[in-house]
């Protein structure tokens, strides 16, 4: 997850100024306007297309530079091909040939983070919308940087200072929260010590002191230590509650340890439980829509008891002002009963339509009413739409999206940064709510399951991308490899507690390659500025350090563990590409260090489409060719490990500067973002040799910049459950990944090519020239692929494509195109992926590429 995003959470206790140091720290590069390159020429800004937005006759300036097509002929001679189109402009022919000549053995298809579950917004993405199902406790993990003048009995806490607490907030940690708790000191002179939290306290100078119950050696300043607690009752405002749980008693054959407890209201209207979904429409875009709509046969089934035979209880399910889709009073009985109800949700009756700004925006409810005066208790409760087939824990909905998309890695990059491996394997009714930040005291997260997520990328083809959490013990790291990689032959529980789930073959003969990343963006400071406070090394030695001796208890577990299905990852940071040289110094244990290369500045320029588009189109190429990714690489190359660069996010991040809303949010969603987001992806692919590849990420609607104003990234689905539309984003991967298979083979370019020169702005730091024709092909035995890329804004090109072989008569092709390159698929679906058939293949093959645009073809050699 990208550290703005993060960020977010953290504005009310450190404000704007800590959300701006961490974007500069996080995405900021060396200005290289200095290096120029020789046969650079810039030309105009505006030769690439009209000034303004959405006001220009785009169809009609398309329409006026349409090409008809060549036919097909066997071997074509330059003076059958037209010189000049119907608007009198002499047209070019740029000629790729396909080779055999691999550049990139195994080359993935594009893939994508998933994120974590919401139920406020658009990531509803389980089955059951409810979260914490089972009503059970809390996990709390957090990594900390000692004070230089810890003892061997206290460890003072740098980067946090108890005068910024706010009990009634949730800000900060009180005294006594990680009493009972463990701890290890990860990294420094007193690594290896672990032992009990005997008291939490608050230092006169305003530190947090963690009292230990043992004497040892002292940690040094900037040590690292790891806390971890399990907190009793429920997660609620601002922290944990005791009263609403009961730990002694649970409905039969329950893998939880407590249930609710349901207590009479002193006003009937009260309810005794109560949830709020679907909310972000109302408290914080509200230009957006609906997120989840109620519609089709839906189920609600539960476990109760009463406290007297014929207590009562009402279960309520609605939209508020709109309509009720259950609404269930059921009579107990002392002992547990399991309660089902089934009801088919008309459609209309929640209601699909436009909201003004300043009408209310009615949210989803959830509530649970004692009637009769009497206690009662729940357990184990679902919700959900009846109807779905795939057989994971996730919606029918995502799983048919990421169906349709293909990816070739899918990450687990969601709220698990605090969970222990135990409550990460769990299932639905015994797992725990998470929290990791030192800042906060609520552990309100509810995270899918690492064996839910496997089950997941074994159900849609992907490859797994899990991020470990930075917190667990050696112990724990020998129990993922036995969970993973161990046969469930009774001499391994953990191996049987995944048969148990419905895994009996070893993850590793489901999957060629597991990813695994120690961590997420580990490099950062550890402190209040930083998004992941409470899961950062700070730097690259200490998170070389640690990384390098967790994956080595891997690699150390045994006769199971085979290294060629894993990859090793390590997180780097490509705002600073020497922290790729510190990762490389201080570990040897991992494979790969993979970047996030966010993209889409408007930080100078934003007048016309070539200012806008300009840029986004070419810095790619710069990045290669002298940015911090090739930067990066270098430095990998350089320390002579073999290690690889991945990608483990890459999207817009159009969040900075003055460019006016409207602007920007043309920008982020636009037709021309879904021709750039699978561009950088290839030519980091063909440039730098990068295999693994995810965008981020498949849902949020918007992001809020923390001044009212919300920018339409980072989500690739503008959302699941209301509208379902792709924004193109996602339907540029989702094209491209049909061309992807096997190898990745050199092309090669001759003919009349045309090209421009990209002024340096925008983050484009020295003028770089571009061909405006792209290409990219994949071989795998006899099948292959290409893809097209079209980078004029203005202008069609002409393509013959020769292939390497004799070819098969049909093949398929696509398209991806559009009228402008600012239209969107927010309101309405305007970009599509056009697909059609060739009947009759020829050795030479002429396409016309639309200005800004996307064309991809499939074919098999003749047999």
């Not at 006003?267 to 957006?288: C, G, I, K």
């Not at 940015?627 to 430095?635: A, C, D, K, L, W």
């Not at 203005?794 to 008569?809: A, E, K, L, N, S």
Request: proline share 6%.
């Amino acid at each position: 997850m990208n550290r703005a995003n993060q960020l977010a959470r953290l504005k009310p206790a450190f404000g704007l100024a800590a959300t701006l140091a961490v974007v500069v720290c996080a995405y900021g590069q060396i200005d290289y306007s200095g290096v120029k390159r020789a046969n650079a020429t810039p030309i105009s800004p505006d030769s690439h297309g009209a000034k303004g937005l959405k006001q220009r006759d785009s169809a009609a300036l398309a329409a006026s530079s349409r090409v008809p097509e060549i036919r097909q002929v066997d071997e074509p001679i330059d003076n059958q091909i037209p010189l000049f189109g119907p608007n009198g402009k002499a047209l070019s022919v740029t000629y790729v040939n396909v080779t055999d000549t691999v550049i990139l053995p195994g080359a993935k298809r594009l893939g994508m983070n998933l994120g974590a579950r919401e139920i406020y917004g658009s990531a509803q993405i389980m089955k059951n919308i409810l979260p914490n199902p089972g009503f059970e406790a809390a996990e709390y993990g957090t990594l900390f940087h000692t004070s230089g003048d810890s003892t061997g009995t206290n460890f003072f806490q740098e980067f946090w200072d108890t005068s910024w607490n706010v009990d009634r907030w949730g800000i900060g940690q009180p005294e006594g929260f990680w009493d009972g708790g463990t701890y290890e000191v990860m990294f420094g002179q007193a690594k290896g010590r672990t032992g009990q939290i005997a008291h939490f306290s608050h230092s006169a100078d305003n530190r947090n002191v963690f009292g230990l119950a043992d004497d040892g050696t002292a940690p040094a300043y900037l040590d690292v230590v790891s806390a971890r607690k399990t907190l009793e009752g429920i997660a609620g405002y601002p922290g944990m509650e005791l009263d609403p749980v009961d730990t002694t008693t649970t409905r039969p054959g329950s893998p939880g340890t407590q249930s609710f407890h349901l207590r009479p209201q002193s006003e009937t209207w009260e309810p005794s439980y109560a949830l709020y979904m679907d909310s972000f429409w109302r408290d914080s875009d509200r230009t957006a829509s609906k997120m989840l709509i109620v519609e089709g046969p839906w189920r609600l089934a539960f476990w109760a008891k009463g406290q007297n035979n014929g207590t009562q209880i009402r279960f309520e399910f609605r939209r508020e002002g709109e309509g009720t889709f259950f609404n269930e009073t059921v009579t107990l009985s002392t002992e547990w009963q399991r309660f089902e109800f089934n009801r088919l949700i008309p459609v209309g009756q929640d209601k699909r339509r436009d909201y003004t700004a300043d009408e209310y925006h009615p949210l989803l409810v959830f509530r649970v009413f004692a009637l009769t005066g009497d206690d009662a208790w729940m357990d184990d409760i679902e919700l959900y739409r009846s109807d779905q087939s795939n057989p994971t824990a996730f919606n029918d909905t995502l799983v048919g999206k990421l169906k349709e998309l293909r990816p070739g890695v899918l990450r687990d990059w969601g709220n698990q940064l605090g969970s222990s491996l135990d409550n990460q394997l769990a299932e639905p009714f015994a797992r725990k709510t998470l929290g990791w930040r030192p800042h906060s005291q609520n552990p309100s997260e509810f995270s899918y399951s690492l064996h839910e997520f496997l089950e997941l990328c074994k159900e849609v083809g992907s490859e797994p991308w899990y991020v470990i959490p930075p917190i667990w013990t050696h112990d724990e790291m020998v129990n993922l490899s036995e969970y993973l990689c161990a046969p469930a032959d009774g001499a391994h529980p953990y191996a049987e507690y995944r048969a148990a789930l419905g895994q009996v073959e070893p993850w590793t003969s489901v999957f060629p390659t597991i990813h695994l990343e120690w961590g997420n963006e580990m490099w950062g400071s550890g402190s209040g500025t930083d998004p992941f406070f409470g899961a950062s090394a700070l730097g690259g030695q200490r998170l070389g350090t640690m990384a390098n001796e967790r994956f080595g208890i891997m690699r150390d577990y045994g006769p199971y563990f085979d290294p060629s299905k894993f990859n090793f990852i390590i997180g780097g940071q490509v705002g600073w590409p020497g922290r790729q040289e510190e990762i490389e110094r201080f570990s040897s244990n991992h494979n790969t260090v993979a970047l996030a290369p966010y993209f889409g500045s408007l930080s100078t320029s934003w007048g016309s489409d070539s200012e806008i588009f300009g840029p986004l189109l070419a810095k790619p190429f710069y990045e290669t060719e002298q940015g911090n990714m090739r930067h990066s690489v270098n430095y990998l190359d350089d320390a002579g490990q073999g290690t690889r660069a991945a990608i483990y996010e890459i999207n817009f991040h159009t969040t900075g500067g003055d460019v006016p809303l409207d602007i920007r949010n043309d920008f982020v969603t636009s037709h021309a973002g879904g021709v750039a987001m699978p561009l950088f992806m290839l030519h980091y692919m063909k440039e730098l040799g990068v295999r693994e590849l995810c965008a981020f990420q498949a849902l949020q609607h918007s992001f809020n910049r923390g001044n009212g104003e919300h920018v339409r990234i980072w989500g690739c689905l503008r959302d699941l459950n209301y509208s379902g539309r792709k924004r193109p984003t996602w339907l540029g991967m989702e094209l491209v990944n049909k061309a992807i298979r096997g190898d990745m083979v050199q092309t090669v370019h001759t003919g009349k090519k045309t090209a421009w020169t990209q002024p340096a702005i925008n983050s484009v730091y020295s003028p770089t020239t571009v061909d405006h024709v792209q290409s990219y092909a994949f071989k795998d035995a006899s099948a292959y692929g290409i893809v097209l890329f079209n980078l004029s804004l203005t202008d069609q090109q002409r393509v013959r494509i020769t292939f390497p072989t004799t070819v098969g008569p049909v093949a398929k092709q696509w398209r991806l195109e559009s009228a402008s390159p600012h239209d969107d698929n927010e309101s309405s679906e305007v970009v599509k992926i056009q697909a059609s058939t060739v009947t009759k293949l020829r050795q030479h093959h002429y396409v016309t590429l639309q200005p800004c645009s996307i064309y991809v073809m499939t074919w098999n050699q003749a047999i």
